[in-house]
Each structure stands twice: as structure tokens, then as C-alpha cells.
């Protein structure tokens, strides 16, 4: 991609958007963009500046440096090496979630489901209540046929935030992967009840 766009403009939020606003149109663009979920040509690229945009964006103190300097302040603390290298690496912040789960969305579109799920766990680690982790893990379990392992992650979601209609409907597709055809009607019904 040539020059970055506004992170504002790539997640097609304003800087008065809530967290809340915010948290859902990045789940709205990140099921639209991920590239296991469709056949779009540049799905991964554009799934890659979305979490980037929103990792930024929904961390206060990252936003609040983006909003005084823009990408050079937020490119200057929080490059992509930074956020890419090994926990052991200079630049990479073992206690910073959004670290851990934007390296971990990297090995997952690289089909590193496995490296993917381990670094989830890292983050989850650090903060046990980070609903887009466990729905990530969710997604990299999911894609490894591990479809019980990948429910448990949405229920996890679902504790957190009963509101989730993200986390219902892919309960509700991993349901129907294994056939429970009942169960995932009633998470389907939940998610359009939520998703208005």
C-alpha cells in the first residue's frame, strides 16, 4: 500500500466515536476484510490496516499520541517491527496485549494458526477480559477444526459481553459445523436480535 491512510478514515470512525462505536465497526471490517471469510484481493492487506488502525485507536494512550502527532508519532512508538518481533526482541512490550494480539492476527493470515493461538494466550494472559482476543482465538481454533475449543472462546466473549452479536453468529456457524443444527439457530436468532 502506498501512503497510510488516516486511521480515522480506514476504520470510518471520527474522533468523537465512542470505544463502543469504535469496538464495532473494527468487528464489522475485520469479518468483511478477514481473509479466511472472503474473496476479496487485497482482503489480507486491508485486514492488516484495520487492526493496525484500531489497535491505535482503541488504546488511550496510543490514540491520544496518534491524535497530537498523527503517524509519525504513532509510527515512531509503535512500528510494525515493534509490534512483529519476537517477545526477546528490543522495541517489543511482553505486558502489551495489543502487541501480543496484533502479532498473533499476522501469523494467522500467514495460516500460523498454531503460533497464531499461542500468542492469543500470551495476551489473554495479560488481560483475561479482551473480548477481540478471545474471538480471535476463537476464529484460529475454528480454522484448526478444533470446533469445541473454538465455542468455548465465544461463550468466553459472550460472558464478557452478552451484547456481542459478532460472537453469536460465529457460535453459531461453529455449531453448525458440528451439525448442531438447533443450537445454532438459537445463536442466529441472537445475533440478529443484537445486530440492529
Known amino acids: 500500500m502506498s501512503a497510510k491512510r488516516d486511521y480515522y478514515e480506514v476504520l470510518g470512525v471520527t474522533k468523537?466515536?465512542?470505544h463502543q462505536e469504535v469496538k464495532q465497526q473494527y468487528r464489522k471490517l475485520a469479518l468483511k476484510f478477514h481473509p479466511d471469510r472472503n474473496q476479496y484481493k487485497?482482503?489480507?492487506e486491508h485486514f492488516k490496516e484495520i487492526s493496525e488502525a484500531y489497535s491505535v485507536i482503541s488504546n488511550p494512550q496510543k490514540k491520544l499520541v496518534y491524535d497530537r502527532y498523527?503517524?509519525?508519532?504513532?509510527?515512531?512508538?509503535y512500528s510494525s517491527e515493534d509490534?512483529?518481533?519476537?517477545?526477546?526482541?528490543?522495541?517489543f512490550d511482553p505486558n502489551d496485549v495489543w502487541g501480543w494480539r496484533n502479532r498473533g492476527g499476522t501469523l494467522y493470515s500467514q495460516g500460523k494458526y498454531d503460533e497464531a493461538i499461542e500468542c492469543y494466550d500470551k495476551a489473554i494472559e495479560i488481560d483475561p477480559n479482551s473480548t477481540v482476543v478471545w474471538y480471535n482465538k476463537g476464529?484460529?481454533?475454528?480454522?484448526?477444526g478444533k470446533y469445541e475449543q473454538a465455542i468455548a472462546c465465544y461463550d468466553r466473549v459472550i460472558e464478557i459481553d452478552p451484547q456481542d452479536a459478532d460472537a453469536w453468529?460465529?457460535?453459531g456457524l461453529t455449531l453448525d459445523s458440528l451439525d448442531k443444527t438447533e443450537e445454532a439457530k438459537k445463536c442466529y436468532k441472537k445475533s440478529k436480535e443484537l445486530d440492529v
Open 16 to 18: 468523537t466515536s465512542t
Open 42 to 44: 487485497d482482503s489480507e
Open 70 to 77: 498523527g503517524h509519525a508519532g504513532a509510527t515512531q512508538r
Open 83 to 91: 509490534i512483529f518481533r519476537s517477545s526477546n526482541g528490543a522495541g
Open 139 to 144: 476464529l484460529a481454533l475454528n480454522s484448526l
Open 169 to 171: 453468529n460465529n457460535k
